[in-house]
């Protein structure tokens, strides 16, 4: 095990960060694509009610099963030298602390049956609290894998863990096993990667625990989980609002609803937060590099990011029948409602790269507390009027937010908005031009065709328009030559 993390050179840097980059994309698209389908199969093999009762649930899961997950990760990635004794010692307190929280979860469970009088509830909690210890076995050794920059192998193994977790929950689903299929769903990804991790990583924990030498990562971790924790209550308190004030059946519409939603964050965020954590930490030092990089990444997720929050808006209604079904009408009212803030999330989502690479997560605990205030009076204020309400101000909430949060995380190295917003207004302007063109003109003439035919008409007519404002209003085909220049390296083979 390397002890230090040593400086690469710019260029080897670059290569190794475009080449992960593109790997995470490329398999992060076939396990969305994949997830995809699954959600088609599923939504016609189960109930609304059946998706409703994992997610109140799922709520709460997600969020306890993360802790060390997001924290012990990043202070393995960003630290400049690690030894082997601390590793072992996080891993092993990693291990600890989830047990004792799936233990816990386990008495939660009834809780949660009072509160929503499903009894089912206190089943689905004991089975998902067994996700928290296989986190926990799987994460050290991940760390360290991205530390290393190794990404493709990664990448592989997380697709063919979302591939095996949706064929899986088919299965269980066309033997009758209802909500039980999307547990099982949930619960294959983290056990393969616990497989993965073992297989990837020559690295091995070896005992006794000696939390001392844990202490530092576990005070960083604490701060990453207090800024995740109000994370998870800014993207589960609209859940569990409109679970209490409305049920389980408007609630599995806004689950599946989100999940379309944020299909796009999860296609083009997840895949490059690790990539772009691991380079921004060896630039922090440089601010003229570190903001060249930061900026770059960020006009590469606005592009397809706009395009995608104006194809999804427009064609929400249809697209969401074709993909669940007739029975699933509220939910193509609520991604309508979701669509616009597509781009704004994705945005968004990158101010915590800032805090993570420049070690400074308490100036993010500081900021998410503001936003979780602005969320929480958003969120109940819009949960009496419904799914469609709630996924407005989700949108609304996550513009106000926006520009802000990416200023307070910059403000360390003195990065300045201003070369942000001439690469970023583009995008938008091009965005909103187009979906006035379909308000005015292309809804009408579409109008006559079936779902199919409309999805497939609009989202070509608007991904042309779109792509050619964008570069009348750059002057160059700038954007699309960025999107573009990653295909090499997509096709590539990795050097070791």
């Known amino acids: 095990m390397t002890k230090e993390n040593p400086l690469v050179k710019s260029v080897d840097l670059k290569t190794k960060a475009i080449k992960g980059a593109s790997a995470n994309i490329v398999a992060q698209f076939v396990a969305i694509s994949c997830q995809t389908v699954g959600v088609v199969i599923l939504a016609r093999l189960l109930k609304p009610a059946d998706f409703g009762l994992v997610a109140m649930v799922a709520a709460f899961s997600v969020w306890l099963s993360n802790f060390g997950v997001n924290g012990f990760t990043e202070y393995i990635i960003q630290k400049r030298e690690i030894k082997n004794e601390e590793i072992h010692a996080i891993y092993w307190a990693h291990v600890l602390i989830a047990a004792t929280l799936a233990l816990g979860f386990v008495f939660f469970g009834f809780l949660l049956v009072r509160l929503n009088k499903e009894p089912a509830l206190s089943g689905i909690a004991a089975a998902l609290s067994a996700g928290f210890v296989l986190q926990a076995l799987s994460t050290s050794p991940i760390a360290l894998l991205k530390r290393e920059m190794r990404f493709v192998p990664l990448a592989v193994a997380e697709m063919l863990a979302v591939v095996l977790s949706v064929l899986l929950a088919i299965g269980a689903a066309l033997i009758g096993m209802g909500y039980w299929a999307v547990v099982i769903r949930q619960l294959t990804i983290p056990a393969v990667m616990v497989l993965a991790a073992r297989i990837l990583c020559p690295w091995r924990p070896r005992g006794p625990l000696r ?30 609002l409109l679970g209490k004030y409305h049920g389980a059946q408007l609630l599995g519409n806004y689950d599946r609803a989100y999940y379309i939603f944020s299909a796009p964050a999860a296609q083009l965020l997840t895949p490059l937060h690790n990539v772009a954590l691991a380079t921004l930490s060896r630039l922090k030092d440089d601010r003229e590099q570190f903001s060249a990089y930061y900026g770059k990444a960020v006009s590469l997720v606005a592009f397809p990011g706009v395009l995608a929050a104006l194809v999804l808006t427009i ?28 781009a704004a999330q994705l945005l ?30 958003a969120f109940f204020m819009a949960a009496p009027s419904g799914a469609v309400a709630m996924a407005g101000a989700f949108s609304l909430r996550t513009y106000i937010l926006l520009l802000p949060s990416i200023w307070y995380g910059g403000r360390p190295i003195k990065m300045s908005l201003r070369p942000l917003t001439r690469s970023l207004w583009p995008y938008f302007i091009a965005g909103s031009a187009v979906g006035a063109c379909w308000l005015l003109w292309l809804k009408e003439v579409v109008t006559s065709f079936g779902p199919l035919i409309r999805v497939a008409l609009t989202s070509v007519i608007a991904a042309v328009l779109y792509v050619v404002l964008v570069a009348v209003l750059q002057r160059s085909f700038e954007s699309v030559r960025a999107v573009l220049s990653l295909l090499p390296h997509i096709f590539s083979r990795e050097r070791t």
């Open 348 to 377: 968004y989502g990158t101010h915590s790269w800032l805090h993570l690479s420049l070690g400074t997560p308490n100036r993010w605990l500081r900021w998410n507390i503001c936003a979780a205030i602005v969320t929480v009076i």
């Open 211 to 240: 939390l001392t030498r844990a202490l530092p990562g576990l005070k960083y971790t604490i701060q990453v989980y207090a800024n995740v924790s109000l994370g998870f209550v800014m993207h589960g308190l609209d859940k569990v």
């Open 315 to 342: 064609t929400a209604k249809d697209l969401v029948e074709l993909l669940l079904g007739p029975s699933w009408t509220e939910a193509g009212r609520v991604v309508a409602a979701f669509g616009p803030g597509i």
